[in-house]
């Protein structure tokens, strides 16, 4: 037996605003566009934001060390009232220098924040 599914695309333009000075898409606007797919996928088939607007949610982000030239993070969303996990995701940001060149060993001021956070010695 199949299951219907329910599924809408919505079509964005990406503003100027929304990309980095190689002009690819900031990834931290990925999450406000899943927002925007969210909000019209209600619209179309109506179950309006609303709805579950009045629920409040708790973020929670965790740093992975890595001894590479990356900066990693998970995120654990959760409904403040019933503390169940409505989300997870992760990002991995690289280093790359003023030439755009890939950096292969973390900058200095990283190494610093590390030590300083008591990551390394």
């Given at each position: 037996?199949?299951k219907?599914q329910?599924?809408?695309?919505?079509?964005?333009?990406?503003?100027?605003?929304?990309v980095?000075?190689m002009?690819?898409?900031?990834?931290?606007?990925?999450?406000?566009?899943?927002?925007?797919?969210?909000?019209?996928?209600?619209?179309?088939?109506?179950?309006?934001?609303?709805?579950?607007?009045?629920?409040?949610?708790?973020?929670?982000?965790?740093?992975?060390?890595?001894?590479?030239?990356?900066?990693?993070?998970?995120?654990?969303?959760?409904?403040?009232?019933?503390?169940?996990?409505?989300?997870?995701?992760?990002?991995?940001?690289?280093?790359?220098?003023?030439?755009?060149?890939?950096m292969?060993?973390?900058?200095?001021?990283?190494?610093?924040?590390?030590?300083?956070?008591?990551?390394?010695?």
């Open positions: 037996m199949n219907k329910l599924v809408h695309k919505t079509e964005t333009i990406i503003r100027f605003s929304e980095d000075s002009g690819i898409v900031w990834h931290g606007n990925y999450a406000k566009f899943f927002e925007d797919g969210r909000e019209d996928f209600g619209k179309h088939y109506g179950i309006s934001y609303l709805n579950v607007y009045s629920n409040k949610y708790i973020i929670e982000t965790r740093y992975i060390d890595h001894d590479a030239a990356k900066i990693h993070f998970e995120y654990t969303i959760y409904n403040k009232k019933t503390n169940k996990v409505c989300a997870t995701g992760e990002s991995i940001q690289v280093f790359i220098d003023l030439n755009r060149e890939l292969l060993t973390p900058p200095t001021f990283f190494m610093e924040w590390k030590k300083k956070m008591g990551l390394i010695d």
